[in-house]
């Protein structure tokens, strides 16, 4: 099965660093498929695949796997037009990349006699520029062992470091890797905005205090890592900030600025949560703000 031809099939960020990594590891990427014969065309012509149509029902015959890189709402329609071809899919693997779907979304595949499985990288591909996935964890979500053989070698060739996961787990992974990458990404949106408008250099005063606590979180732990006012129970300079922010958006009228003081509320008071995990319960400057905090959730 190592050995078997390919079928990339969805032409968007995750294939375009996806098919190189596999070549480049001696995988055969035998067809490249999109719903635009033009994405086809285009990934095919990139990483010397020879054939690429926007067709499933064309995908050569000689094909064993199918690695699914379509987005996530496609998956389950994608499978369910494969199963519907006229072909043999009892030695046929079906792998699908999504984070938040689990395998119940290639079950029509399943009863074809086809292996299933999913396998998350978890890392950012922001755009169809080659991300480098070496190193980088991966979750394997399978009930096959072709597949889990499949998957552990594919790891081990893309110098992915792999673990196993439950269908249950899938989505609180993905919904994690979202707090600690995508919503990072936000926050920090937001602080380079709130220095830029000042006409300062959020990079160079934010770079330290950023990586600093990043730092921290890993070599401690988020609850050890915990400083500002509302680990301090600082209630004086959260009306401060909020104070400055209404005042702001009074000025300018500025909606995102109404968002922004919407997620400072609710984050500070996700904090006093870390609070409790630091010290085992809230102090009653801690009450104060949780009170007050809420009082100002409108």
């Given at each position: 099965?190592?050995k078997?031809?390919?079928a990339?099939?969805?032409?968007?960020?995750?294939?375009?660093?996806?098919t190189?990594?596999?070549?480049?590891s001696?995988y055969?990427?035998?067809?490249?498929?999109?719903?635009?014969?033009?994405?086809?065309?285009s990934l095919?012509e990139?990483?010397?695949?020879?054939?690429?149509?926007?067709?499933?029902?064309?995908?050569?015959?000689e094909?064993k796997?199918?690695?699914l890189?379509?987005?996530?709402?496609?998956?389950?329609?994608v499978?369910?037009?494969?199963?519907?071809?006229?072909r043999?899919?009892?030695?046929?693997i079906c792998i699908?990349?999504?984070?938040?779907?689990?395998?119940?979304?290639?079950?029509?595949?399943?009863?074809?006699?086809?292996?299933?499985?999913s396998?998350h990288?978890i890392?950012?591909?922001?755009?169809?520029?080659i991300?480098d996935?070496?190193n980088?964890?991966a979750?394997?979500?399978?009930e096959?062992?072709?597949v889990k053989a499949?998957?552990?070698?594919?790891?081990?060739k893309l110098?992915l470091?792999p673990?196993f996961?439950?269908s249950?787990?899938?989505v609180f992974?993905?919904?994690?890797?979202v707090?600690?990458?995508?919503f990072?990404?936000?926050?920090m949106?937001?602080?380079?905005g709130?220095?830029?408008?000042?006409?300062?250099y959020?990079?160079?005063i934010?770079r330290?205090?950023?990586q600093?606590?990043?730092?921290n979180?890993?070599?401690l732990?988020?609850?050890?890592?915990l400083?500002?006012?509302?680990?301090?129970g600082d209630?004086?300079?959260?009306?401060?900030?909020?104070d400055?922010?209404?005042?702001e958006?009074r000025?300018s009228?500025?909606n995102?600025?109404?968002?922004?003081?919407?997620?400072y509320?609710?984050q500070?008071?996700?904090?006093?949560?870390?609070?409790?995990?630091?010290?085992?319960?809230?102090?009653?400057?801690h009450?104060?703000?949780e009170?007050?905090?809420?009082?100002?959730l409108i």
């Amino acid at each position: 099965m190592v050995k078997s031809k390919i079928a990339i099939i969805g032409a968007g960020k995750l294939a375009y660093s996806l098919t190189p990594a596999l070549k480049k590891s001696g995988y055969d990427v035998k067809s490249a498929v999109s719903r635009k014969l033009k994405s086809a065309k285009s990934l095919a012509e990139i990483y010397l695949i020879h054939h690429y149509t926007n067709s499933i029902q064309k995908i050569p015959d000689e094909v064993k796997v199918f690695l699914l890189t379509v987005p996530d709402g496609e998956i389950k329609r994608v499978a369910e037009n494969l199963s519907r071809l006229k072909r043999n899919f009892k030695d046929s693997i079906c792998i699908h990349f999504s984070g938040v779907e689990n395998i119940s979304a290639l079950k029509s595949l399943q009863r074809k006699g086809c292996s299933t499985g999913s396998l998350h990288i978890i890392r950012p591909f922001p755009s169809k520029n080659i991300v480098d996935i070496r190193n980088s964890p991966a979750s394997i979500e399978t009930e096959s062992r072709q597949v889990k053989a499949f998957l552990l070698h594919m790891c081990r060739k893309l110098k992915l470091k792999p673990h196993f996961i439950s269908s249950d787990e899938k989505v609180f992974h993905h919904i994690a890797a979202v707090h600690s990458s995508n919503f990072l990404v936000g926050n920090m949106f937001n602080a380079f905005g709130l220095i830029s408008t000042k006409s300062k250099y959020p990079k160079s005063i934010l770079r330290k205090t950023s990586q600093s606590a990043l730092d921290n979180v890993f070599k401690l732990s988020p609850a050890k890592a915990l400083s500002g006012p509302i680990d301090r129970g600082d209630i004086y300079t959260i009306r401060k900030h909020l104070d400055a922010l209404e005042a702001e958006i009074r000025k300018s009228k500025n909606n995102h600025l109404k968002l922004l003081r919407k997620n400072y509320i609710i984050q500070s008071l996700s904090l006093l949560e870390v609070v409790k995990a630091k010290y085992g319960k809230l102090s009653k400057d801690h009450q104060k703000i949780e009170k007050y905090l809420k009082d100002r959730l409108i």
